[in-house]
């Protein structure tokens, strides 16, 4: 069996498509929801064994500044809650 490993997932925080250039309204909850898919679309694969995620800050930021971020970070989202979830499967 072929086993798959991708690396660097991680989708902005934004209701807009995924790309550096493109700015948009801060969208927690689409950023979980990505999440949300990935996990239940990995589940489904056995040949996928994994991931890298895409991003955490060297510098850990507030509950009030992770609202209004508008970028790949998870940290201190609900994205965050998505992730830990599923690593706890």
Do not use: H
């Amino acid at each position: 069996m072929t086993v798959c490993v991708t690396v660097f997932v991680g989708p902005p925080d934004r209701s807009i498509p995924n790309s550096w250039t493109l700015e948009g309204p801060v969208d927690l909850q689409a950023q979980a929801d990505w999440y949300r898919s990935l996990f239940d679309a990995m589940a489904s694969r056995d040949w996928v064994r994994g991931c890298v995620l895409w991003s955490w800050p060297p510098v850990l930021y507030s509950a009030d500044a992770a609202a209004s971020d508008r970028y790949y970070e998870f940290y201190n989202k609900p994205a965050e809650s998505v992730i830990c979830e599923a690593f706890a499967r």
